[in-house]
């Protein structure tokens, strides 16, 4: 069967793997923390890689507001990249988010009804 994607859907999903590639290519190259990751699909997708991608607006990172920080150390308006007044990603099909290599670091979930979290 094949599916059809709005451009802006395609785009968006382009991103995220570029992403994804990019936290791969900071593990086995770059940073070099995990040369001998295993290239197997399924175990990308689960996660079985040290390290994690939070982005904020996500689970882990649910305050947008700290998206303008993040703008303010990486300049993207540099790639044509800006944030709204609550945080909001422009164009849509941007990500911006931290890669951290501990062996220790898991995602996790902070509980937005709690106002003292944030």
């Known amino acids: 069967m094949h599916v059809i994607c709005p451009p802006g859907s395609r785009a968006l999903r382009l ?3 570029a992403s994804e590639w990019l936290h791969r290519l900071a593990r086995v190259d770059l940073w070099g923390y995990s040369p001998a990751e295993p ?6 997708r689960r996660g079985e ?5 939070p982005a904020v607006g996500y689970p882990s990172l649910p305050d947008q507001r700290l ?10 308006e540099q ?4 944030a709204t007044v609550n945080g909001t ?10 890669c951290l290599a501990s062996p220790r670091a898991r995602y996790f979930m902070v509980n ?6 944030f």
């Open 15 to 17: 991103a995220e793997a």
């Open 89 to 98: 990603l422009s164009p849509s099909a941007s990500v911006a988010g931290f």
């Open 112 to 117: 937005p009804s709690v106002s003292s979290e």
């Open 49 to 53: 890689y040290r390290g994690i991608r």
């Open 39 to 44: 290239l197997d699909y399924r175990a990308i």
């Open 67 to 76: 998206m303008h920080t993040l703008m303010r150390l990486l300049r993207p």
């Open 79 to 82: 790639a044509g990249v800006s």
